[in-house]
């Protein structure tokens, strides 16, 4: 199995520019990243839409924050990607400002996927992420995402050294990711659908138990 049924019906809703514009939510999931990270692939393949969100080879290119529906009123949300250097000062102040109220004031928001390069992971502008949505004790879920690109012992040491780093946080689980391997998609596939549909998974689960 590659992803849960409810994160392939995804189908692109809106894209907004400011808080005010952003739609009536049950539950949404944010996607979060810094730029080429994989957060766009990572999106794609969770979802098996082979191009639901936009890759870019240019940084920053993702400027609105885009929902796309998987249920009535639920979403999986792609936020500009953050670390872009070619952008103006005033424009990257504009976004900063906009992730930061979505993140910390969005009550709708369950969760959020933060995605990190694997051989380099915990960059100060994703603590700057983690900093701004964790006070929310809200769940957060990291991929440590190019993971085909680590040795085996790389693999091994980095997810636990990320692990130690982030231990005093709580709330907040990691994982290694690959969009080229396919590794860990199920694992990162069942949190997602965990958070949009606890009641389910839970029922889902009973009967595997059974």
Known sequence: MTAKPVLNRAQFHTSVAQLRDLPYSRAEVAFAGRSNAGKSSALNLLTRKNRLAYTSKTPGRTQLINFFEVDADTYLVDLPGYGYAKVPAAV??????????????????????????????LTPLDWQMLNWFTPTGKQVHILLSKADKLSNSEKTLTLRRVEQELAALGNVTVQLFSSLSR??????????????KPDEVTAEEAVHKA
């Open 92 to 121: 990257k102040a504009k976004w900063e400002g906009l992730l930061a109220r979505y993140l910390q004031e969005r009550e709708a928001l369950v969760g959020m996927v933060l995605i990190m390069d694997a051989r380099h992971p």
């Open 183 to 196: 590794l860990g998609v199920e694992e990162a596939a069942t949190v997602v659908e965990g958070w949009l």
